[in-house]
């Protein structure tokens, strides 16, 4: 299994042969699990879950993977909410950030959503029933009595530039949607929406947390201010991660 494994370009190949054991019900359902993985398709969605900020994410096929980078993101959500917080992750995918949210945070009010239906339907799996979990296009998806009373506003939002999207590791650009990727033609596309309407949507002093690259983290920063957002850029070495902070007057 693990020359296997190696084979197709796996790194971990030890630890993924052991995860594969672990999952397999049987020799019959390990050979399925191993085709499936050599043949490209992410580990966690081979597994059926991903690890994210210490919780077991269950994943559907042909959801976006949440990458441990993006647990940066969820522990200055963390560090930002409170008990009663309203807290909502819009492109939630399978809804990771607002799980780590609801971990810390049981008495928050949390709601995410997401355009893509597979993902919003996982993110359900993942989220407390109390939770508010809806299908569509960024703020159009969110009841409207959320308007000037939301805290934190989390957003994963896609930001690979379109001509770069072709270069992503095959497990992601064959096995992820091109929705969840693809940020258009500068990165910035999806990230400018939601900035624009922030304002409107979070509470007096509220505050929205934005994953970027480092090199797009000065454009992300300006795109905040001109929506009227006080901005900051948080870096985290060990993650490689870069969050960019919009806060509310």
Known sequence: MVAELRSAGCVFAEEEAALLHEAAGDQAELAELLRRRVTGLPLEQVLGWAQFCGLRISMAPGVFVPRRRT???AERAIALAAPGSVVVELCCGAGAVAAAVAAAHP???LHAADIDPAAAACAATNLPSSAGVTEGDLYEALPVGLRGRIDVLVANAPYVPTGEVGLM???AR???PSIALDGGTDGLAVQ?????????????GGTVLIETSGSQAPHTAE????????PRVLHCDQRDSTVVTGTAG
């Open 223 to 230: 795109i905040l201010a001109a929506a009227g957002l006080l």
């Open 192 to 204: 400018r929406r939601v900035a624009q309407d922030a304002p409107h949507w979070l509470a007096p």
């Open 174 to 176: 064959l096995h992820e």
């Open 71 to 73: 647990e940066f993101l």
């Open 169 to 171: 590791p095959p497990e």
């Open 107 to 109: 008495r928050a009010e």
